[in-house]
C-alpha cells in the first residue's frame, strides 16, 4: 500500500489559518486522498478527501499537488476545538477490479496544538 | 453521529480470562471493522467484516476472534487476554467499500489488562 508522510506536530493560534501537510510520493493512479482527525479521548472521525481536484467541504478544504505527490488539509480558521491527531490516508478502490474491503490503514498522524 | 455503540467502554480483566467487546451499529452499514490504538503505532486493523458471516483478518488478528450473526453487531473476543492487548479499541462502520464513502467510528473501549 502507498504510504503517507505528515509532521508528527504543528502548531497554531486560534483564528489563524492552518495548513497541514501530507507526501505521498508513491501514490497509485486510483488512490484517493482522505483526511481523518481524532479529538482528544474520542475516535477519529472524516475530515474530507479528494482525488484530483481541490475540495472544500464545511470542515476544511483540502489542496491536491497537481502531480499528486503531496496534498495540504487546510483549516481556515482553527479553534480550539480543531486541537486533534490530524491523518491523512490513501484509499485504493482494489486491484485488477477487486476490493479493498474499505479498510483503512493510519500512519502517526500530526497532532495539532492550537493556542488561544 | 452514526449510531455506533461500543460496550462496555472500560473494562479491567485478568490474564487469562477471555473478554468480549461488543460493537453496536443503527446504520444498516454493510463493512464493520475492529482497530486498535497504542502509543507509537496509531490505529492498526484487528478484523474486519464485509457481511453477516463475513470476516477476515487483519494486520495485527492473532489473539482475536470476531463473529457477525447479524448486521447491527460485531464483536471481538479475546479469548486468553495478555497484557499485551492493554489497548483502547474502536469499532468503525462502512456503509460501502467505494472510495467515496466515510468511515464512521465509536467512542472507543479502554481495556487494561492486569
Known amino acids: 500500500d502507498a504510504k503517507t508522510t505528515q509532521p508528527n506536530s504543528m502548531e497554531s493560534n486560534e483564528e489563524e489559518p492552518v495548513h497541514l501537510p501530507c507526501n505521498h510520493s508513491?501514490?497509485?493512479?486510483?488512490?484517493?486522498i482522505h483526511w481523518y482527525r481524532q479529538l482528544p479521548s474520542q475516535g477519529p472521525e472524516y475530515v474530507i478527501h479528494?482525488?484530483?481536484s481541490n475540495v472544500n467541504n464545511r470542515m476544511a478544504s483540502l489542496a491536491i499537488a497537481e502531480d499528486r505527490k503531496s496534498s495540504t488539509l487546510i483549516l481556515h480558521r482553527a479553534t480550539l476545538r480543531d486541537a486533534a491527531v490530524y491523518y491523512c490516508?490513501?484509499?485504493?478502490?482494489?486491484?485488477?477490479?477487486?476490493?479493498?474491503?474499505?479498510?483503512?490503514?493510519f500512519g502517526q498522524g500530526t497532532i495539532l496544538t492550537v493556542h488561544p | 453521529d452514526a449510531g455506533i455503540t461500543q460496550s462496555p467502554r472500560h473494562k479491567v480483566t485478568e490474564t487469562g480470562t477471555p473478554v468480549t467487546l461488543r460493537c453496536h451499529q443503527t446504520?444498516?452499514?454493510?463493512?464493520m471493522y475492529w482497530y486498535r490504538q497504542d502509543p507509537g503505532h496509531g490505529l492498526r486493523l484487528i478484523h474486519y467484516?464485509?457481511?453477516?458471516?463475513?470476516?477476515d483478518k487483519g494486520e495485527v488478528s492473532d489473539g482475536y476472534s470476531v463473529s457477525r450473526s447479524k448486521t447491527e453487531d460485531f464483536l471481538l473476543t479475546l479469548e486468553s487476554a495478555t497484557s499485551s492487548q492493554t489497548s483502547v479499541y474502536f469499532c468503525?462502520?462502512?456503509?460501502?467499500?467505494?472510495?467515496?464513502?466515510?468511515?464512521?467510528f465509536g467512542q472507543g473501549t479502554r481495556l487494561t489488562v492486569v
Open positions: 490516508i490513501l484509499r485504493d478502490v482494489g486491484g485488477a477490479g477487486g476490493t479493498s474491503y474499505g479498510k483503512l490503514t
Open positions: 468503525a462502520t462502512l456503509a460501502s467499500d467505494t472510495v467515496n464513502t466515510e468511515a464512521f
Open positions: 446504520e444498516n452499514h454493510r463493512y
Open positions: 508513491t501514490i497509485s493512479g486510483t488512490d484517493y
Open positions: 479528494g482525488l484530483t
Open positions: 467484516s464485509y457481511g453477516v458471516k463475513d470476516t
